[in-house]
């Protein structure tokens, strides 16, 4: 390594003044040690070095102490190089300075130099002690963990706490969750930190009920410990659990709350629209000592853009501090998630104008999303373009997902299915879905036909696909092709999803599903159900009875529509808030197109805003029109 010149490790003499010297008086050595430990800023770590180097005393037998805090408090001050240098400077360096200088390579992400000292370590035939290990373990992929692993074992550190700890926490990292579990399990005394890394390997794996078995029996927990379960809830569908544990956590009042457990907590919000208790979350932010950071605010963007509420999310946006790219990502999928295209557009040019921002592959779906959603062909097909040309980004399927989607949208059926057909990679059914959509949309049952047959062919499960082939068959008129596809069904054991639609009301999540009389206000539900079908009617609405799976009569195709989850979910809103006042749903599946022309004439006899988020994207229904296009 280069030596920097103010680390040599004394002076000649002779340049030093000696009047300078014999005025300068140097505090005894435990003093200097007091001093460095107490440094605030680099200078005066610096300063410090500088007269000890003056009085030799850096090489001085007795002081070995003087070189291991200055090595730490370089460190501390992020002067990395300086630190390391100073160790190679060292003649005879004691386990202490190893063991310090290996940690400091592990925690800075130096992997390679961190196992060159180790290496180092062993040929100087000094043995490593606990210490030395877990610093080492930090930087350990699961593969150099394991070679470690064995060097423990070797030293007889096996059971050792610290060493332990450290290798739980490599194998939890890298997945490998049997391994974890028997260092695990070997542990005389489970500490804390062995506790919550054993806790993050099964979260990771999914296995949410381990990690809570764990969790409840831990007799004392940090907010690390909290922070990865609820964030192992919500990252595995159980955002109703992530948000319950987060308000246990609350009630106990103790630990604190950070940042990462808002961010957690956030987003178990965005994935059932819980926008009332996103925001509640909020106020509780600014109330507490937590940062708005960032991280908390691109949570919140996401947040109150998933709930529907984009107004806030952009006000937030606005107000962040020092955005970074994932910030700019979550405004850019915001806007295109809720059709508002010329603005996501705007943003991705105004982000590429920032200096020290690149786009990410992220950065391309919200953008391509946004052309797919205007139908801006063009535009769509250069950004795509642009990913590998411009960018070095490889096109995942999600981007063909978008580029798929904007064909289809613009009619271009048979280049849409080429460009599946071409892709290096195997289409999923949401690909699929999205053309036979198209096919669908465009009144191409020809191709939606030929694309649907072949995929039954491919013995692909997907029940969307079959209801799209069923619709397919049922425009037409095909009633044998509609038994013939529900008989394929039963036979391959194929169920229809059901629909499930949620509204949340004072706080509390509402579920319906179609038909159902399972909610208190059910007939309340259903009256109100019976004055729109009346009031829409004399409005001139015809119900499209071509999306109904079943060949039934007209009237009973009527009724299965009118009770379709999205609409008992709108029922139920419009009797329990007030006039006037906006309505917020969400679907998991994609809104049916009698639905959608249900919900605008419903946005226009009652004069309420209409947001409803489906699989695909937001649809905002105000004074009998929505801002999809009615396309979607
Ligand atoms: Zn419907
Ligand atoms: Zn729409």
Redesign the pocket.
């Known amino acids: 390594m280069a030596s920097s010149p103010l680390l040599a490790t004394s002076l000649p003499q002779n340049q030093l003044s000696t009047t300078a010297t014999a005025r300068f008086r140097l505090p005894p050595p435990e003093k200097l040690a007091v001093l460095i430990d107490k440094s605030q800023s680099v200078d005066e770590v610096l300063q410090i070095h500088a007269a000890i180097l003056r009085h030799n005393l850096l090489l001085h037998p007795r002081y070995p102490v003087l070189n291991l805090k200055l090595h730490r408090a370089y460190a501390s001050h992020g002067k990395i190089r300086h630190s390391l240098a100073l160790f190679h400077q060292t003649i005879d360096p004691d386990l202490f300075l190893f063991t310090a200088a290996i940690n400091t390579a592990s925690i800075n992400d130096l992997k390679d130099q961190a196992f060159l000292l180790y290496v180092q370590l062993l040929s100087s035939e000094i043995n490593p002690n606990e210490f030395t290990f877990s610093s080492l373990l930090k930087s350990c992929s699961t593969k150099s963990g394991k070679l470690i692993h064995t060097h423990v074992l070797k030293f007889g550190l096996g059971i050792d706490p610290y060493v332990a700890t450290g290798l739980v926490d490599v194998y939890a990292k890298g997945g490998d969750v049997v391994s974890a579990q028997k260092v695990f399990d070997r542990m005389p005394e489970r500490s804390l930190v062995s506790s919550t890394a054993m806790i993050t390997c099964y979260a990771k794996q999914g296995n949410v009920e381990a990690a809570r078995a764990l969790f409840d029996s831990m007799c004392e927990r940090d907010i690390v410990s909290w922070n990865v379960m609820i964030d192992g809830y919500a990252q595995h569908g159980f955002p109703n659990d992530a948000l319950m544990l987060f308000q246990k956590l609350l009630a106990e009042g103790k630990p604190k709350p950070d940042e990462i457990t808002v961010v957690a907590a956030l987003s178990a919000c965005s994935q059932i629209g819980a926008l009332e208790t996103g925001r509640w979350i909020h106020v509780f932010v600014k109330s507490s000592r937590i940062r708005l950071n960032v991280k908390v605010c691109t949570g919140l963007i996401d947040m109150y853009s998933k709930c529907g509420s984009l107004e806030e999310a952009v006000l937030v946006f606005n107000d962040t501090p020092r955005k970074d790219i994932v910030a700019w990502n979550a405004m850019i999928a915001g806007y295109a998630m809720h059709g508002y295209s010329q603005d996501a557009l705007r943003l991705f040019n105004e982000m590429q104008g920032i200096t020290g921002l690149q786009p990410t592959d992220i950065t391309f779906i919200g953008t391509l999303q946004a052309c797919a959603h205007a139908g801006l062909v063009n535009e769509g097909i250069r950004i795509f373009e642009s990913m590998g040309q411009e960018y070095g980004i490889k096109p995942k399927i999600e981007h063909y997902g978008c580029l798929v989607s904007l064909l289809g949208r613009a009619g271009q059926l048979k280049r849409a299915y080429e460009t599946i057909k071409n892709m290096n990679m195997d289409a999923d059914s949401v690909l699929w879905s999205s053309v036979l959509g198209s096919c669908k949309l465009h009144g191409d049952f020809v191709l939606g036909k030929e694309i649907a047959e072949y995929l039954i062919g491919l013995n692909i499960k997907n029940s969307g696909i079959y209801v799209l082939l069923s619709n397919i068959y049922a425009s037409v008129g095909d009633y044998e092709g509609v038994a013939k596809v529900r008989n394929l069904m039963k036979e391959k054991g194929i169920v229809k999803e059901p629909g499930i639609s949620t509204i949340e009301i004072e706080n509390k999540v509402h579920e319906f599903r179609a038909g159902d009389r399972e909610h208190s206000k059910s007939k309340e539900i259903y009256t109100m159900l019976r004055k729109i079908s009346e009031r829409i009617k004399s409005h001139g609405y015809v119900p499209n009875t071509n999306t109904v799976l079943q060949d039934l009569e007209e009237t009973e195709k009527e009724q299965s529509?009118q009770v379709?989850s999205?609409r008992l979910a709108i029922a139920y809103g419009l009797i329990s808030t007030k006039p006037g006042s906006p309505l917020k749903i969400f679907k998991n599946l994609r809104?049916?197109s009698?639905?959608h022309t249900v919900t605008k004439l419903i946005s226009k006899i009652t004069g309420r805003k209409i947001v409803m988020r489906d699989r695909n994207r937001f649809h905002h229904f105000t004074d009998g029109s929505c801002s999809c296009g009615d396309f979607w």
């Open positions: 529509l379709h999205e809104v049916c009698d639905c």
